[in-house]
């Protein structure tokens, strides 16, 4: 079997060499090599895992995930394999849920250009600008994507299609992921006219996700401007390991200056769990990815914001924006002075501040998209990931410079403006997502707010 294995960056040439070698006297094959992202990738029987890692690989049956294989207990790791800090591949359950809601009885549906617009977005060319997309099913018809910015009168972009561990572009009528691929293009493409998408398709397990944000932000690859995700899952079910992991590939890719904006998820502050506490969406949770929440947005016939509030369309199925407090990474520096309450579960602990900021995900203000030549209305934050990916481009193109890893910039900024007559963001102060209300300031529901994107570019040019 195939698995991933990722080591400390601070290892030494001589620490790497006796992992290599004791892999391969174990019976462990090095396939490929990335010293780059201290990642390497592995075969291996299942018996040689087993030994080495002293655990028993197990297939489960499961009424919602289906058949898959995990091991019965915790890898325990000698002290040969001490530099190793991830193995991925051993547990093949579905990891995570496309963030997005097909609207049931749409009222209201925008393009992506209309919700810029209103957001005050710039709309320079992004002819040479780049965003990948992380995708963990589902796929994209050339076709459609043609048709789509054509009937619009905008750049049809180049989308690519790269796959990692296997993964590839499997559009089809039966999968409804190809929903949530085509909102990603389109809205993206829409806000950002002409940029360049590569699309990153991945196996739906721990493994492919972070594989696939590992290779959309390797040194020595593309340099995209953001990574857009429209994935998660409530951050109880990740195991520690790959959470520590995740957000240490993503703290990576903003130190190199891509953004990596994340779907803060669709079922309100139960994360769509059944347990009677509150949970946060991951990787949104992590602190080095921009988390973004939803909102209900009402515009006038001029396009302009009449209203924005929390979206919680619970009471009739069409789900509520994420949001709450991480119960495992702790609160960040950024979020010092913002407020975070602590969690409504017993403790009451305080940790990072889910979202950090929010957009029309509403299915009832949705978005008009085109889904295997038919068109839908859909909502949800997976339209907010690639929404603030392209303000991102944007920014980039206004500011000559990559925003990279906004949060510290954007805070403080909130704050500073919040008074005045130009805020640089737009404050969500009425509605809920179930356990937490919205308010002034940073709240659990809409964090920040919705961006002004020309005010944004304004203060931080």
């Known amino acids: 079997m195939e698995v991933s294995l990722y080591y400390e960056p601070s290892a030494t040439e001589s620490e790497y060499a006796q992992l290599r070698s004791y892999l391969q006297s174990h019976g462990v094959e090095v396939t490929t090599e990335s010293p780059l992202r201290h990642h390497l990738s592995l075969r291996a029987s299942v018996e040689a895992l087993n030994a080495l890692l002293g655990i028993g690989l197990t297939e489960f049956v499961d009424s919602e995930l289906g058949n898959f294989f995990a091991p019965d207990q915790e890898p325990v790791l000698p002290p040969a394999l001490s530099i190793v800090t991830a193995i991925l591949g051993l547990d093949s359950a579905v990891q995570a849920r496309p963030r997005f809601r097909p609207a049931t009885k749409p009222a209201l549906s925008y393009l992506p250009t209309q919700v810029a617009k209103a957001y005050d977005f710039p709309s320079a060319s992004a002819v040479g600008h780049s965003v990948a997309l992380i995708e963990l099913g589902g796929g994209f018809r050339q076709a459609d994507v043609t048709n789509y910015f054509t009937t619009q009168s905008l750049p049809v972009p180049v989308v690519t299609a790269i796959s990692v561990n296997g993964g590839v572009n499997d559009p089809t009528t039966a999968n409804s992921a190809d929903a949530e691929v085509m909102l990603d293009i389109e809205v993206l493409g829409s806000v950002a006219p002409g940029v360049t998408i590569d699309v990153y398709f991945a196996p739906n397990t721990d493994r492919g996700f972070i594989d696939a944000v590992s290779e959309a932000s390797a040194p020595g690859g593309p340099m995209p401007d953001a990574i857009s995700i429209s994935w998660g899952g409530p951050e109880s079910t990740w195991s520690k390991s790959s959470l520590s992991l995740m957000q240490s590939v993503i703290a990576d890719a903003t130190a190199r200056g891509i953004t990596v904006t994340v779907a803060a998820g669709d079922n309100g502050s139960s994360d769509g769990l059944t347990d009677g506490l509150a949970h946060v969406d991951f990787p949104a949770s992590a602190p080095n990815a921009l988390a973004c929440g939803g909102t ?166």
Not at 346 to 355: K, M
Not at 427 to 455: F, H, Q
């Open 296 to 461: 209900h947005l009402d515009l006038t016939s001029t396009g302009a914001i009449a209203a924005q509030t929390v979206w919680n369309d619970i009471a009739i199925g069409d789900g509520a924006t994420g949001g709450g407090v991480s119960s495992f990474f702790p609160l960040p520096n950024y979020q010092a002075h913002a407020n975070v309450p602590p969690s409504i579960n017993p403790g009451g602990s305080i940790g990072r501040g889910v979202p950090d900021v929010a957009g029309n995900a509403d299915p009832q203000t949705g978005y008009q998209i085109l889904v295997d030549g038919t068109a839908m209305v859909v909502g949800g934050t997976s339209a907010v990931a690639p929404l603030m990916a392209g303000l991102i481009v944007q920014l980039a193109i206004a500011t000559t410079a990559r925003p990279g890893f906004v949060q510290p910039a954007w805070y403080p900024l909130e704050q500073s403006t919040r008074t005045t007559k130009a805020p640089a963001f737009f404050n969500i102060v009425k509605g809920n997502n179930g356990a937490y209300d919205a308010g002034p300031g940073w709240n659990p529901c809409t964090g920040l707010g919705s961006p002004y994107g020309g005010r944004l570019d304004q203060q931080i040019s």
